[in-house]
């Protein structure tokens, strides 16, 4: 059983909580969350599809929830809960356990928060402590910026965003001149900005930096990890999702819809088309296009970088069948 000790509901108020439509009995105590494989009779689990169908009659769960479009058999003494999406009905339970378990999470500004007279904030903004909101900067309504987090110069925030712990958005773009006879670097002022759009989320200790001129921007419903470095100037689309320990270099562009795995590294000034994918790890040196799937350093569309690794491995086993 999966540890949540403080859950306990009955599928009768577990139904009613995610407005499903219940069979079975209404007084079934549940206490966790397990697959189907593992579940017990305290537990809940989930038919997402009809290849769980099998599974599901094997299942000990007490409860089930079920996407609406599956016939299940008579399932006697269990209690099955029909609903349109089991997953964004698991979100709705996991927010309830939450609040069971934390509590409502704290709201407000924090005294320890440190917030420029010029900054225009949402009556509705939470900023956590030692959070820094410099000059000129905009933040909408039901945005959380956590704990220790600074949001620099001239930076605009849109509406339900969160900026995670630590994170700096509209720090200086790293920008240099450099003398070729001396050798010495001369740091080049960044003066532009970056606007957030409405519903991204930003993870811990991410940096996102203001443009050298113009707006870096990062758009609509954007998801973006702890750990992640922007560059100045760069432009990412709506509902991106971006995993920890990216580096997109200044300039780049990222189109709607891109999905980047963890550890990828963009170089600047090239465009990743809309919906593509990265595998984790990639070197990306060119442009990407639309709806492409790019795996490997450096990343190549992703037949075409299996189909070398296969010639590789071919070698190596031939060159190792020659030694022999």
Known sequence: MTNTDELSITSGDLAALLGGDLTGPTDTRLTGIESLENAGPGDLSFVR????????????????LVANEIELPDLEGKAVIKVDDPDQSLVGLLKALRKQRFGEPETGIHPTAVIHESADLHESVTVGPGAVIEKNVTIGEKTRIDAGAVISLGTTIGARCRVGANTVIG????????????GVHTRLPHVGTVVIEDDVEIGANTGIDRAKFGVTRIGQGSKIDNLVQVGHNVIVGKHCVICGLVGVGGSAIIEDNVIIGGQTGIADNITVGKGAQLAARGGILGDVPPGAIYVGSPAKERGQAFREFAALTRLANQSRKKKS
């Not at 599809?49 to 089930?64: D, H, P, Q, V």
């Open 49 to 64: 599809t009809s290849a769980y169908t099998n599974a599901a009659e094997k299942s000990e769960a007490g409860a089930l």
């Open 171 to 182: 720090g200086e773009g790293f920008g240099y001149i450099s003398n070729k006879e001396t």
